[in-house]
């Protein structure tokens, strides 16, 4: 018996009145991972597209490959670089010893197989935990388990410190699919940004795990600051005296987050997603345009007491999350705007605010998470003063019309 025609014969014990009726949650769950959901229209009136909701958060998750190779060369990459200096620990360490890997920064397969232990526990505890939840809640409801969790999942991996506990990570994940989705009815429901909103739950919740000198490098005893935080004290002249050149920002070998560090891994899935249509162009240039133009006006104005003021756009381009957060985040289309022109506006304000916030705010050096999800709530709103903006031009037009007639 083939794979489909298993599918098909415990099918009918999943459906209404069957014995495993309230798991069809998770039966639909697996067999539409593996296959075309059946549930497709095929008549008029119903608008017909070749993109599915499947296949939109496949791609996306497609999109995500280079930043997931990049978290664990780079991981692996400054773990290693950590390791020579402080010594090696740890049942990570044990495993790369026992299997001959060693930690030779140099060795390009040895970066990125440590980095794979530190990638790996974090993203199956994300996918049990939110997985948990996601069943639970679809269960409940009796509605399809949706695709658009497995993209959750990914954005959340990559945006923690890989030296975050796993419980936090658990914790994290549970409160934004609860908080940040479900609560609000679901995918295609929610204004949050799931992945943030669990992000920032553990950014205010445990600071000490996910902000300071010390969270960036999981080796013991070893600190060492983000480019954004050296820049906030010290001045961006200061992170050539660290050793941090614009190209290693641009490609991703420095500390940060797991995913969020390549700008270049970044840029190669929002290509993907322009071409493939999954991302709107307009949240792009609006996002660049806002955050280019108020970091030229700060430039321009200038501050004798915070070095923040004389940040290029290009360092703010490469530095934290923007390029990650510009790519996967703010691109988002349920929490966006929806309208062509508050599209735009929607990621001006984001490219603002996320220079506001690093700038003027230095308990927040890193910015583009608030910054988004401080657009996610205003995006209502903006699609609001749009539509009406259009229904009165439209109304001017056709009074004009009348008059003249």
């Known amino acids: 018996m083939g794979l489909r025609a298993f599918f098909d014969s415990i099918e009918p014990h999943f459906e209404k009145n069957g014995k495993w009726e ?3 949650p998770v039966y639909e769950m697996v067999e539409s991972f593996l296959y075309t959901p059946k549930t497709v229209t095929t008549v008029a009136p119903h608008a017909r597209s070749y993109i599915d909701m499947k296949r939109i958060m496949t791609y996306v998750v497609i ?14 990459y400054q773990t290693n670089l950590a390791i020579m200096e402080f010594g090696a620990s740890g049942w990570r360490a044990a495993i790369l010893a026992a299997l001959g890997v060693g930690f030779d920064p140099t060795n390009i397969f040895a970066n990125v197989a440590h980095g794979f232990l530190y990638f790996l526990p974090i993203y199956v505890t994300t996918l049990v935990a939110g997985g948990i939840f996601e069943v639970l809640f679809a269960t409940i409801r009796k509605h399809e388990v949706n695709e658009g969790f497995l993209v959750t999942s990914m954005l ?3 945006i923690v410190p890989a030296t975050t506990p796993l419980w936090q990570v658990a914790l994290g994940i549970i409160f934004g699919v609860v908080i940040g989705k479900e ?14 909103t669990g992000r920032a739950f553990l950014y205010f919740a445990y600071p000490a795990q996910m902000s300071g000198d010390s969270v960036w490098v999981p080796v013991d005893g070893y600190t060492g600051a983000t480019g954004l935080a050296v820049t906030a004290a010290e001045g961006v002249e200061a992170l050539a005296t660290r050793g941090i050149t614009w190209w290693d920002s641009f490609i991703g070998v420095i500390p940060g987050s797991l995913g969020e560090t390549s700008a270049l891994a970044a840029a190669i899935g929002l290509v993907f997603l322009l071409a493939t249509r999954i991302a709107n162009y307009r949240m792009v240039v609006g996002c660049l345009g806002g955050m280019i133009g108020f970091s030229l006006l700060l430039n321009f ?3 004798d007491t915070n070095p923040m003021f004389a940040m290029p756009w290009y360092w703010h381009l490469v530095l ?6 510009l790519v996967f985040m703010v691109t988002e289309p349920v929490s966006g705007s929806h309208t062509n022109l508050g599209r735009y506006i929607y990621g001006a304000l984001i490219g603002v605010m996320v220079v506001l916030i690093r700038v003027l705010n230095p308990a927040f050096p890193e910015g583009m998470m608030l910054a988004i999800l401080f657009g996610n709530v205003f995006a209502p709103l903006i699609d609001h003063f749009v539509m009406q903006a259009n ?9 004009g019309a009348s008059s003249h007639a």
């Open 63 to 76: 999109a995500t490959v280079p930043c997931i190779a990049m978290a664990m060369y780079n991981t692996g």
């Open 301 to 303: 104005i200038g501050s």
């Open 183 to 196: 609560v609000f009815g679901g995918t295609g429901k929610n204004f949050l940004n799931p992945a943030l």
């Open 320 to 325: 934290g999350g923007y390029a990650f957060g």
């Open 22 to 24: 309230r798991y069809f």
């Open 156 to 158: 959340y991996t990559l």
């Open 391 to 399: 229904i009165k031009r439209r109304a001017r037009r056709q009074a």
